[in-house]
Nanobody, 123 residues
């Protein structure tokens, strides 16, 4: 089994920055892809950014140029640096892991999920 633990969320003013972290533990294996999704009430879970094994980085159009995903395989951790935050970035952010090479953009591409962390951007 794999456990994912997110941290770094919170409340920030529009234009500000936050850095999310997601630490993976358990039987991750040596090769895995990770991603961030987000969800607001009443809407489907939305792809934000993904990083493949031997990246391989993909971003949603809505966050390109503002968000940066990175990974530290020694720590089995993926990060999401979020700059120039906007009110529409407000959501619960989820970390996801797929024990494969490529980072897909659909929720069903991922086998493991974190519990989610709230990000609120005030305007």
């Amino acid at each position: 089994q794999v456990q994912l633990t997110e941290s770094g969320g919170g409340l920030v003013q529009a234009g500000g920055s936050l850095r999310l972290s997601c630490a993976a533990s358990g039987r991750t294996g040596k090769v895995f892809a990770m991603a961030w999704f987000r969800q607001v009430p009443g809407k489907e879970r939305e792809f934000v950014a993904g990083i493949s094994w031997r990246p391989g980085i993909t971003y949603a159009d809505s966050v390109k140029g503002r968000f940066t995903i990175s990974r530290d395989d020694h720590k089995s951790t993926v990060y999401l640096q979020m700059n120039d935050l906007k009110s529409e970035d407000t959501a619960v952010y989820y970390c996801a892991l797929d024990p494969g090479v490529a980072a897909g953009t659909r929720p069903h591409n991922y086998d493991y999920w974190g519990q989610g962390i709230q990000v609120t951007v005030s305007s």
